[in-house]
């Protein structure tokens, strides 16, 4: 029987993780994940967690609550016309089968090395929220033939081994590439999809020591966490839509990539053992 004394802290600090989550997506767009996942190993770390397998669990519950939230995503957008169902069509193979390829690697790291890998990826990340400018471009239109067989898959690997969804490297990928800004987020919903579901599906085979994990873990995935999580970020995130229509998010998506670029550093200093 879990113990009440962390069951208690456990789903408060759960709680007021999605609450936040829900709040940043729907303000400035950016998917929960890249929150989720240092929000997870801090939490658990916290909680007496902590193990060579953690960050596997923070991956996987993390890409868990991204089925729902990138399906509801795919399906509002798609209302509106938005969501350009030809390059999910192109793409989803190459990226289901990187995101298959992402758990295998995933489950056989140490924590340590997949902390220094969200630390590396998420610098490059928050390089480009902060000093990406929208005119930049790599091509007029997307990659096509050979060139998707060799983005998607590492689009999908990539997005696996930090437990996020398709916006934060699809959006770029797409924007640079000729794709307007309302539709590269849209399309890149789908791509959320595309890695969340056969990552997530992977995930719940992989083997995870039950004295080192959080109460009722199925595999690598926290299910109290992501019923949490989802019920929170679903609850909050119209909040955040609210404020940005209230305010430029253009500011705060730089005061964001401080913040992430300072949670990435603090996961490369934890993953070097300063």
Known sequence: MPDLSLLLPMTALLAA????AGVLAGLLGVGGGIVLVPAFFYAFSALGYGSDQLMQICLATSLATI????VRSVLSHNKKGAV????????????????????IVASG???????AIFGVLGLCIGA???????????AEDMPK??????????????????????????????????????????????????IAVPSVLGF??????????????????????????V???????????????????KPLKRVFAVFLTLVALNMLRKALGW
């Not at 085979?205 to 109290?224: E, L």
């Open 231 to 249: 019920s929170m970020t679903l609850f909050t995130a119209p909040l955040g839509v609210k404020l940005a229509h209230a305010m430029d998010p």
């Open 145 to 194: 033939g050979p060139r998707v067989a060799m983005f998607a898959p590492v689009l999908g690997f990539l997005s696996v081994l930090m437990g996020i969804g398709g916006g934060s490297f699809g959006v770029p990928l797409m924007t640079l590439h000729g794709r307007p800004i309302h539709k590269a987020v849209a399309t890149a919903a789908g791509f959320g999809v595309l």
């Open 109 to 115: 790291l140490k924590s340590v090395v997949l902390q």
């Open 204 to 229: 719940l085979f992989v083997q995870i020591d039950p004295a080192q994990r959080p109460p009722w873990t199925i595999g690598a995935v926290n299910i109290p966490a992501f019923v949490l999580i």
């Open 84 to 103: 350009d169902w030809g390059i999910l069509k192109a793409w989803a193979p190459g990226i289901a089968a990187g995101a298959l390829i992402g758990v």
């Open 67 to 70: 089925i729902v939230t990138s």
């Open 17 to 20: 993780i999605g609450a936040f």
């Open 128 to 138: 480009y929220l902060g000093l990406g400018k929208a005119h930049w471009r790599l």
